[in-house]
T-cell receptor
Framework: GENVEQHPSTLSVQEGDSAVIKCTYS??????FPWYKQELGKGPQLIID?????GEKKDQRIAVTLNKTAKHFSLHITETQPEDSAVYFC????????????FGQGTELSVKP | NAGVTQTPKFQVLKTGQSMTLQCAQD?????MSWYRQDPGMGLRLIHY???????DQGEVPNGYNVSRSTTEDFPLRLLSAAPSQTSVYFC????????????FGQGTRLTVV
């Protein structure tokens, strides 16, 4: 089955710096890659996603890149702000398996003012 | 719309007790799933359902039962709780198995002593 590895497990940056979180997946049939942000005491919330027919997607300060050949995808946050501090999860899924998501282990991002 | 509602928010059980974690969604979503979240392990899929009357196992199904009699509700049952089931449980729903954006509830923190 699918396996998703996520690095780093913790990341500390200064406000205004960029943050990059990387994930690799094992099953080449996976074609949907969402990123979730989880704030303390809350459920994960989708922040951006990418499908396998696209190499990069941006939404304001966040972007995701996908390298299908190498089976890895990354989350990029620019101009980080203290409110970006949270745990971030990557996940992978296959077409037709909708919300059957396989998650990475999570990255705790801390943005210091 | 309330989205995905989980009850209770917190629960303490004794080993061997049974209980049901409730999950309800009001978005007419076809796909519902249960995850558990443990430190350093991300979210792991327990069971999922692609529609009323249809359920299947995820990555870690042992010790848990589910049923889906209506589109709105997807309860998770622990028949004989064990300390290894101490975790935070999240219910999620998606519009369909082909549209993968998953919406999560706020979670149930379960402690088994």
């Amino acid at each position: 089955g699918e396996n998703v590895e996520q690095h780093p497990s913790t990341l500390s940056v200064q406000e205004g710096d960029s943050a990059v979180i990387k994930c690799t997946y094992s099953d080449s049939a996976s074609n949907y890659f969402p990123w979730y942000k989880q704030e303390l005491g809350k459920g994960p919330q989708l922040i951006i996603d990418i499908r396998s027919n696209v190499g990069e997607k941006k939404d304001q300060r966040i972007a995701v890149t996908l390298n299908k050949t190498a089976k890895h995808f990354s989350l990029h946050i620019t101009e980080t702000q203290p409110e970006d501090s949270a745990v971030y999860f990557c996940a992978a899924s296959m077409s037709g398996q909708g919300g059957k998501l396989i998650f990475g282990q999570g990255t705790e991002l801390s943005v210091k003012p | 719309n309330a989205g995905v509602t989980q009850t209770p928010k917190f629960q303490v059980l004794k080993t061997g007790q049974s209980m049901t974690l409730q999950c309800a969604q009001d978005m007419n979503h076809e796909y519902m799933s249960w995850y558990r979240q443990d430190p350093g392990m991300g979210l792991r899929l327990i069971h999922y359902s692609v529609g009323a009357g249809i359920t299947d196992q995820g990555e870690v199904p042992n010790g848990y039962n589910v049923s889906r009699s209506t589109t709105e509700d997807f309860p998770l049952r622990l028949l004989s709780a064990a300390p290894s089931q101490t975790s935070v449980y999240f219910c999620a729903s998606s519009y369909s198995s082909r549209v993968a954006e998953a919406f999560f509830g706020q979670g149930t923190r379960l402690t088994v002593v």
